[in-house]
């Protein structure tokens, strides 16, 4: 035997002994338990590197709308729903301007990319909008399409005067007489739609980016805004959207949802309705009365909607570039102090008379007529004309407000009709998610294209009253679809008004007062409460909620946190609707605010913001529920901004200082609640 040969068999033996060694430990201890992840895959893909079961912020946009949506400013830049993923990905796109012969010459790029979004075009009129933009088609050279090309606008509203109607048809010239070939035309878009969604989606371990197939259910009866995006959790969809047309209640939309898309086949979806603050009561109405659409049992069908709201659709949209619809003070039944941050680009206050123009088509021509508006209380019924910005307001038509109304509900009914988790989103009718930049804004929806065009009073709360819209947030393990998705139907998701704040909040009724403080303060905040979306447990002897509210700030791109605020909703003993605003960290008096000549911010802030808040006023015996708002310092809106970039004598009014458009805002970001039900 060679001595390479004795030192090899040396070294075996050596590893044979330690590897006995390792077996005789392992015998005397447990095996480690195999970690559960907390997400299943409904489409196959690699699991996400990026694991954390304490949960992830990560940021999107579930409201964007590409030129295949009827009155997207889309469709002069002839951007898709390719366009909208690649922009959402950080890529550039085709922007404005245009040129003499209309082509968009200019790009955009968003300089921090998003981590999911889902292109939300209408679905009401893919196969119009098809049939009339396609050469060769066999409706293109009729007088209907030819009329509908003949500007921008025009088609827009040729084609919206049909979801205006409270029972909505198709145009029998171009779509026959039983919709059929219109349907038919949808197919194509559709196909498009999700093969973008399908392409953009990262299904590597890096988990970098998450596309959701999506579309708009876009209903306006009597210009009251309906409206919800509907969010299909993967690849299993319908062979078209379930449309306003098809489905002119919110009960009929997921009815028809349950049967073109069952859950048997793998197909689960969301809806999340937005702008509500243009709803005038019709966002959330139990249907009865004039617009009862065969109800014979109100109380029934209030239950029954409650019940199929709480299945289908946890979630809705607080901020987007038609406005804030946090709440609006002076409703008569709720009770509260007046709070000034419901007026942060608020398109509608109580008892404001505004000018607006209605728009009509009558013989396939344009008419307009102007009239004036005065925003008053609906009291028991409802309104008409929300979408000018007009007809009354309902306290539905506010989520503050509406939270209150879901605990009256469930009070007389014994099920919640307002279980809400927020979000936020842009809106943006130029394929441009997450583009809310204030200081370098370009603009979201048609004739917004330069400074001068984004200063003057636009159609719909655009140009001057519009805003570039927020942005959605969901805590998620990690970056694919299944992840958020889970988010959204239990609510543990936030939205901003812009900023990529991180808001965290949670509830229990014995959080440690130093739990801020503590390095693994997360893994206690979920082993000992609940986070945002949920309800508190049961309450033990005496105990009172406690309240880990904390932020981070967004100091890439916007200013330092000056406070945190939680807003409580309550039900007294008299079944009074009340609410209350708890200061629980930093300060209003923290003497930031902004330079006007130049758009500067100036004053000190916080990087982060924490603190354990025990509600000091609990009544076990009242409903309530409470969320978090997390408030930046003082910044210039963006028309500031626009202004800044004209000469000053040729600066429209609005820039004067004298002129009754706000020129500083507060951006802020709104945690779900968090619910306690005696």
């Not at 559960?36 to 946009?61: H, K, M, N, W």
Request: aromatic letters at 8%.
């Amino acid at each position: 035997m060679t001595a390479t040969t004795r030192m090899k068999i040396g070294a075996l033996l050596a590893i044979t002994s330690l590897i006995a060694a390792a077996c005789k430990q392992a015998d005397r201890q447990p095996a480690p338990e195999k970690e559960i992840r907390l997400v299943t895959y409904t489409e196959e893909r690699e699991p996400c590197s990026d694991y954390r079961p304490t949960r992830q912020a990560l940021f999107g946009d579930l409201h964007v709308h590409s030129a295949y949506s009827f009155d997207a400013a889309a469709n002069s830049l002839e951007t898709y729903p390719e366009h909208a993923n690649l922009f959402a990905r950080g890529e550039a796109i085709p922007f404005f301007p245009l040129d003499d012969e209309g082509n968009a010459i200019g790009r955009i790029k968003l300089e921090r990319p998003l981590d999911f979004v889902s292109v939300t075009d209408h679905g009401e009129f893919l196969g119009e909008r098809a049939l009339c933009r396609t050469p060769g088609s066999p409706k293109y050279d009729t007088d209907f399409c030819a009329n509908y090309r003949s500007s921008e606008r025009q088609g827009m509203l040729l084609l919206g005067t049909i979801v205006n109607m409270e029972e909505p048809e198709r145009f029998a010239a171009l779509c026959g007489d039983d919709g059929e070939l219109c349907r038919e035309w949808s197919k194509g878009p559709w196909q498009e739609m999700i093969a973008a969604a399908d392409n953009a989606y990262d299904r590597s371990a890096t988990c970098e980016f998450t596309s959701f197939i999506g579309y708009e259910y876009t209903g306006t009866p009597g210009l009251s805004n309906i409206h919800r995006n509907v969010i299909f959790r993967n690849h299993v969809v319908p062979e078209i959207p379930v449309s306003y047309i098809e489905a002119p209640t919110d009960q009929q939309l997921w009815k028809e949802l349950e049967e073109s898309c069952p859950e048997a086949d793998g197909c689960s979806w969301v809806t999340i309705p937005h702008n509500s603050n243009l709803a005038n009561g019709r966002m959330f109405e139990p249907l009865g009365g004039e617009h009862d659409h065969g109800v014979e049992n109100l109380d029934d069908h209030k239950r029954a909607h409650a019940e199929a709201r709480l299945e289908h659709e946890p979630v809705i949209e607080i901020f987007q570039h038609k406005g804030n619809s946090e709440c609006i003070n002076g409703l008569a039944a709720i009770y509260g102090e007046p709070d000034e941050l419901c007026d942060i680009e608020a398109v509608r206050r109580m008892g404001e008379a505004r000018a607006t123009t209605r728009i009509g088509i009558q013989d396939m021509q344009l008419q307009t007529e102007a009239v004036t508006v005065t925003t008053e209380e609906c009291g028991d019924g409802t309104g008409a004309d929300g979408m000018l910005g007009g007809g009354c307001v309902h306290e539905t038509d506010f989520l503050r407000s509406h939270l209150l109304s879901g605990l009256d509900d469930e009070r007389e009914l014994g099920i919640n009709s307002a279980k809400l988790g927020i979000i936020a989103s842009t809106d943006t009718h130029s394929s441009t998610p997450g583009a809310t930049d204030e200081q370098n804004w370009g603009g979201h929806v048609s004739r917004e294209a330069t400074p001068e065009e984004r200063l003057q009073p636009g159609l719909l709360t655009s140009g001057v009253e519009g805003n570039p819209g927020g942005l959605a947030g969901v805590w998620a393990v990690e970056n694919s679809r299944d992840a958020i998705f889970d988010a959204l139907q239990r609510r543990e998701v936030f939205g901003t008004s812009g900023p990529r704040i991180e808001p965290r909040f949670f509830a229990s009724w014995n959080y440690p007062a130093g739990l801020c403080d503590a390095p693994d303060r997360l893994e206690q905040a979920y082993a000992s409460g609940v986070p945002m979306g949920a309800d508190l447990g049961e309450r033990p002897d005496r105990a009172a909620p406690m309240f880990l509210a904390s932020a981070t700030a967004d100091l890439v791109e916007s200013a330092p946190l000056q406070m945190l605020q939680v807003i409580k909703g309550w039900l007294d003993k008299d079944n009074r609707k009340n609410y209350k605003v708890f200061n629980v960290a930093g300060s209003a008096d923290n003497d930031a605010g902004v330079d006007l000549d130049t758009g500067e911010r100036f004053g000190e802030g916080h990087d982060k913001l924490c603190t354990v808040f025990t509600d000091p006023e609990f009544d076990p015996q009242q409903p309530a529920f409470y969320y978090l708002r997390a408030v930046e310092n003082p910044s210039a809106r963006w028309s500031v901004h626009d202004c800044l970039r004209i000469e000053e004598a040729e600066r429209p009014a609005v820039c004067d200082a004298d002129s009754d458009i706000p020129k500083i805002i507060r951006e802020m970001a709104w945690s779900s609640p968090i619910w306690y039900r005696p």
